[in-house]
């Protein structure tokens, strides 16, 4: 009952400005009408189009081998925002919303972001400095987000490897096995190029170790919000409205620590919910799980 409540008011019910994965899911659609744009351009004006949007776009904004990456090393936080075709982004969203939205729900929506960000990056590298002593992984040029969702996909199950989507009220599937027909669709699917196997295998390592790393109390990605808070501070230095609006709110429906509410307002709920997507179900108090299992009934 509990992971059923969960489901419906905390990842598909989030708010928008506490829901990075739909950040994520958004700001690769805008990347690949982008990318798009500049293939309608070149087809305009170019005579050859499909051999300059090859030879000239996809090199620089594609992850390559070492080589490549040492003189372009722009591509490493390039490629993973950017797909070359449509179905490879829709495919890769669906399933970016699906594991991201478990990561979301139990660690928090700051985490999302930086998880993603780090991960591809990292992974990126690995296989930049590996391609440098195995040929064989050479020559492919790399544009895709699934290396990022890879290691939301392996994080969400080391994160919580009981997990269950509920598709119905007395229906569910086990994220082992949600992983398990990921893996295989995703191995089907490139399983003739090997360098991309080789990236998604790096990337699911980094996501699990960032999931690790996260469950034993540190956070690897807090340096890029902290810069970010102070580059708005510099710009907005006065306290956000809606940040006023949601102190003022969690101050009128402040309830003791040790208090039960057996009949919360959708308000006070909405509270609750706020504080898991911030900073996970792990901070909720005894009672205050308690009282989300009430409303949940």
């Given at each position: 009952?509990?992971?059923?409540?969960?489901?419906?008011?905390?990842?598909?019910?989030?708010?928008?400005?506490?829901?990075?994965?739909?950040?994520?899911?958004?700001?690769?659609?805008?990347?690949?009408?982008?990318?798009?744009?500049?293939?309608?351009?070149?087809?305009?004006?170019?005579?050859t189009p499909k051999t300059?949007?090859?030879?000239?776009?996809?090199?620089?904004?594609?992850?390559?081998?070492?080589?490549?990456?040492?003189?372009?090393?722009?591509?490493?936080?390039?490629?993973?925002?950017?797909?070359?075709?449509?179905?490879?982004?829709?495919?890769?969203?669906?399933?970016?919303?699906?594991?991201?939205?478990?990561?979301?729900?139990?660690?928090?929506?700051?985490?999302?972001?930086?998880?993603?960000?780090?991960?591809?990056?990292?992974?990126?590298?690995?296989?930049?400095?590996?391609?440098?002593?195995?040929?064989?992984?050479?020559?492919?040029?790399?544009?895709?987000?699934?290396?990022?969702?890879?290691?939301?996909?392996?994080?969400?199950?080391?994160?919580?490897?009981?997990?269950?989507?509920?598709?119905?009220?007395?229906?569910?599937?086990?994220?082992?096995?949600?992983?398990?027909?990921?893996?295989?669709?995703?191995?089907?699917?490139?399983?003739?190029?090997?360098?991309l196997m080789v990236l998604?295998?790096?990337?699911?390592?980094?996501?699990?170790?960032?999931?690790?790393?996260?469950?034993?109390?540190?956070?690897?990605?807090?340096?890029?919000?902290?810069?970010?808070?102070?580059?708005?501070?510099?710009?907005?230095?006065?306290?956000?409205?809606?940040?006023?609006?949601?102190?003022?709110?969690?101050?009128?429906?402040?309830?003791?620590?040790?208090?039960?509410?057996?009949?919360?307002?959708?308000?006070?709920?909405?509270?609750?919910?706020?504080?898991?997507?911030?900073?996970?179900?792990?901070?909720?108090?005894?009672?205050?799980?308690?009282?989300?299992?009430?409303?949940?009934?």
């Amino acid at each position: 009952m509990k992971t059923q409540f969960y489901n419906k008011r905390n990842v598909f019910r989030a708010r928008y400005s506490h829901n990075t994965v739909i950040h994520l899911v958004l700001a690769c659609a805008v990347m690949y009408i982008l990318l798009q744009g500049v293939n309608v351009i070149l087809i305009v004006l170019s005579s050859t189009p499909k051999t300059v949007f090859a030879q000239r776009v996809l090199p620089n904004i594609g992850l390559q081998d070492f080589q490549h990456v040492l003189h372009k090393p722009w591509v490493l936080l390039s490629y993973f925002w950017l797909h070359a075709s449509f179905l490879n982004l829709l495919s890769n969203m669906l399933w970016l919303y699906c594991f991201g939205s478990v990561i979301q729900s139990f660690v928090g929506y700051r985490e999302v972001f930086p998880m993603f960000i780090l991960s591809s990056l990292a992974g990126g590298l690995a296989f930049a400095g590996l391609s440098s002593f195995w040929p064989a992984i050479q020559g492919d040029t790399i544009l895709t987000a699934m290396p990022g969702v890879m290691a939301f996909a392996v994080g969400a199950f080391v994160l919580v490897p009981r997990y269950r989507f509920f598709l119905t009220e007395h229906f569910s599937i086990p994220i082992w096995l949600v992983l398990i027909i990921f893996v295989v669709l995703n191995v089907l699917t490139v399983s003739n190029r090997l360098p991309l196997m080789v990236l998604l295998a790096l990337s699911a390592l980094f996501g699990a170790l960032y999931i690790q790393m996260l469950k034993s109390g540190y956070k690897p990605g807090q340096f890029l919000y902290t810069g970010g808070d102070k580059l708005q501070a510099m710009v907005t230095p006065d306290e956000l409205p809606g940040k006023r609006i949601t102190v003022k709110r969690e101050q009128s429906l402040k309830v003791g620590k040790h208090q039960i509410v057996e009949h919360p307002s959708a308000e006070y709920i909405d509270m609750l919910l706020d504080k898991i997507n911030q900073k996970g179900y792990k901070s909720l108090t005894a009672e205050e799980k308690a009282t989300l299992m009430n409303a949940g009934k």
